[in-house]
């Protein structure tokens, strides 16, 4: 099993947690993992995107160039990384923010208004988990969404646990979109 995800959007969107989820909950399974973010000189509201590998095998190299799977999270992110995607692979967009469609037709391409969703579930600042549940839902041998909440409050921290019950219904949102 190997599964290599670029995720991308603005600073604050949530790119570097989802990230981490996916890192943690593979370390939680067992999985040799890798993670390597990058920023954009702004931070919030700049350019903000990481790459993660989850591998039944070692990882040789933490650089992402060919993706099975992209998250983008804004319209700057699709443009950058629509094409990292391998024949065959899975992109997901966020079609609350991005107006475009994408360009492939060799890959499968989902559109999750997780933006909206968000909404609708009281708090915005989920639309990631809103993202991250349809990635689970449709990358099969990746991590299961049992260890991304427990991952979560690992990224979360202490402070923050009143948090996960949201986040788990946004996870099941994003599932049941695709």
């Known amino acids: 099993m190997l599964q290599e995800i670029i995720?991308?959007?603005?600073?604050?969107?949530?790119?570097?947690?989802?990230?981490?989820?996916?890192?943690?909950?593979?370390?939680?399974?067992?999985?040799?993992?890798?993670?390597?973010?990058?920023?954009?000189?702004?931070?919030?509201?700049?350019?903000?995107?990481?790459?993660?590998?989850?591998?039944?095998?070692?990882?040789g190299s933490p650089i992402v160039t060919h993706a099975s799977a992209?998250?983008?999270?804004?319209?700057?992110?699709?443009?950058?990384?629509?094409?990292?995607?391998?024949?065959?692979?899975?992109?997901?967009?966020n079609s609350s923010l991005i107006e475009r469609k994408s360009t492939r037709d060799d890959i499968q391409v989902f559109?999750?208004?997780?933006n909206e969703i968000a909404e609708e579930l009281g708090n915005k600042r989920v639309a990631n988990s809103?993202?991250?549940?349809?990635?689970?839902?449709?990358?099969?041998?990746?991590?299961?969404?049992?260890s991304i909440i427990e991952a979560l409050k690992n990224v979360l921290g202490p402070s923050k646990q009143n948090l996960i019950p949201i986040n788990e219904k946004a996870l099941e949102r994003g599932a049941e979109l695709v």
Request: proline share 5%; with cysteine.
């Open 70 to 93: 992209v998250i983008a999270l804004n319209s700057p992110s699709l443009d950058k990384f629509e094409d990292a995607v391998v024949p065959g692979g899975l992109l997901f967009i």
């Open 111 to 114: 559109y999750i208004p997780a």
């Open 7 to 59: 995720i991308a959007g603005f600073g604050g969107q949530g790119v570097m947690s989802m990230g981490q989820q996916l890192t943690y909950a593979g370390m939680l399974e067992g999985r040799n993992v890798s993670w390597l973010p990058s920023y954009g000189p702004e931070m919030r509201g700049g350019t903000a995107n990481c790459n993660v590998i989850i591998s039944d095998e070692q990882v």
């Open 130 to 146: 809103v993202m991250l549940g349809a990635y689970l839902a449709k990358a099969g041998g990746g991590v299961s969404s049992e």
